[in-house]
């Protein structure tokens, strides 16, 4: 695979990150995300690219909940740069950004613990995400039965 790219999500990506991120849902490697979402939070998204403004191989989004409390969601790459690092980077790109933010307390719901702990995370009880559970949780068809798990960084 020739050179890849990470950057900030353009507007022009949002239908590429919707079919990567179905793909993904239908993997049951995350939960889906609407056009509407991503286009009102396309600000929170980075991409992998193959080139400097082409084809999208991943992305993630780094959402701001509450005060110092921020929540990497959607992380997901096509399988063919899957175990080349590119989540890793991806996290770390939203990680740098929070910190850049001002907010030392970044969480996810995943079901990649493994991944996760390996970035650093740690398991936590959803209980300690009040802010989370009120503001999206009660909007989602998994709700009260929620399988992801929550875990949580501390910088």
Known sequence: MDKLYLRKARIG???????????????????????????SHLRDYFVVTDD??????????????????????SLATVSSIRHMGWGGRLVEACLSEALTLGIYRVFTLTYQTEFFARQGFKEISKDMLPQKVW???LNCPRFPDCDEIAMLMEM
Do not use: F, T
């Open 13 to 39: 990506d949002v239908k590429s990150i919707h079919g990567i991120l179905m793909q993904c849902s239908r993997q049951d490697l995350l939960l889906p995300r609407s056009y509407s979402d991503l286009y």
């Open 135 to 137: 503001a999206d949780c």
């Open 52 to 73: 400097p403004g082409n084809n999208i191989l991943g992305c993630c989004a780094l959402s701001i909940v509450w005060d110092n409390l921020s929540e990497i969601r």
